[in-house]
């Protein structure tokens, strides 16, 4: 028994990347995630909030942005 296969010559191209906005919103996202984390797991967190460069530590640094995204997009950009 033979079987008839249809040969398509159609290309598919992949999707645009990801518009600058979603970008940010993605990383506000997962900088709140991390902030919520830090908060519910301090102990577990610790070794990688404890680093540190110039006084500012990483916990500080999350904590500032995360909160400063979020105000950005709770207030309508």
Known sequence: MEVAVKKS???TSLPN???KGELWA???WSL???GGLAHMLPTQME???KWSV???SVQMAV???SVVLALY???GE
């Open 9 to 11: 010559t159609k290309t």
């Open 17 to 19: 990347p990801a518009p």
């Open 26 to 28: 993605t990383v506000g």
């Open 32 to 34: 709140l995630l991390l």
């Open 47 to 49: 070794p990688l909030l």
């Open 54 to 56: 110039y006084g500012v």
């Open 63 to 65: 904590g500032v942005v």
């Open 73 to 75: 997009y709770l207030l």
